[in-house]
């Protein structure tokens, strides 16, 4: 009962902040649906600006790297080959990876099986990059990402968001930060779960795995010339979420003010 409570609760407080982002009187071409896309390396406080973002604003939050997560799993699982793509092209032929939202947030789903505390472990981290690499699987992640989001106001991350997944997103934001700080984040991060690495083993994960996701020639992580860089070496996570809520407010502003305009404009 007070789990039910308290979902109410969280419930009202999102619609209250959607409400608050897109006024009383909606632009016609936003009618409550909005996609952010929030693109950046690994350990660049994507994750967790989007996230919170999402929250602050009333949105969802969709984390597209978690899908790529979840067929490496199942590749694990299985015991099936990485490097090759045909047996991988295999595996995703008898898969389902799917996410859906609740109370906890956006949860991952295999096989109708919630992973998303399993996706995180460091044996699919060490893996998912070569699998997010083939493009027979990256082809069918997408056309679920844009499913799940269409016609709803999402928070959306990943390496590909603004260039593939969403090209006419309604904000694209690029985040960038330095590689040394980026390891010393996740370095931290891995020490809160009780993982203790050393600075420069997590460095070279980091690094190789930039490499892998902006040198491949599918999707290749990149910036797209209408994102927004934000570089987030000296900032903290609260203020790369202010500055980004504050860009989507005045987006969102600035389609309401065109909307008036053109409505104004078919009354003359
Ligand atoms: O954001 P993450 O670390 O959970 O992403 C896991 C991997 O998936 C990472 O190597 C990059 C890849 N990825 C991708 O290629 N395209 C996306 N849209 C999201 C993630």
């Known amino acids: 009962m007070r789990g039910d409570s308290q979902r109410q609760v969280r419930i009202r407080a999102g619609q209250l902040e959607r409400a608050r ?21 690994a ?8 996230r919170l973002c999402a929250e602050r604003l009333g949105f969802r939050h969709l984390d597209t790297g978690a899908m790529y997560r979840a067929l490496t799993l199942k590749a694990l699982r299985t015991g099936t ?3 090759n793509p045909r047996p991988l092209f295999a595996l ?11 109370k906890r947030g956006m949860r991952t789903f295999l096989d109708e099986k919630d992973v998303s505390e399993e996706i995180r472990s460091p044996e699919v981290s060490a893996l998912v990059s070569e699998v997010s690499a083939i493009s027979a699987v990256r082809l069918r992640m997408v056309v679920e990402q844009r499913r799940v989001a269409s016609g709803k106001a ?3 991350e990943g390496r590909d968001i603004g260039s593939v997944v969403f090209p006419d997103a ?15 984040r996740r370095q931290l991060e891995l020490a809160g779960q009780g993982v203790c690495t ?11 795995r930039d490499r892998i996701d902006s040198g491949r020639e599918v999707s290749p992580l990149r910036r797209m010339p209408d ?17 980004v809520c504050d860009l989507a407010r005045r987006r969102c502003m600035w389609f309401k003010m065109q909307s008036a305009r053109c409505r104004m404009t078919d009354r003359r």
């Open 154 to 156: 999402v928070v959306c």
């Open 227 to 243: 994102a927004v860089l934000i570089d987030t070496t000296h900032l903290t996570i609260q203020e790369q979420v202010s500055i």
């Open 198 to 208: 050393g600075r420069e083993t997590v460095l070279a994960n980091l690094v190789g």
């Open 43 to 50: 350990g660049s406080g994507k994750s967790t600006t989007a």
């Open 170 to 184: 309604d904000l694209k934001i690029f985040i960038e930060c330095d590689a040394a700080e980026r390891a010393r």
């Open 81 to 83: 080959i990485i490097g």
């Open 21 to 41: 982002f897109f006024g009383i009187v909606p632009s016609m071409k936003h009618h409550r649906g909005f996609i952010l896309a929030i693109d950046g390396p």
């Open 92 to 102: 995703l032929q008898r898969t389902s990876v799917r996410v859906a939202w609740d």
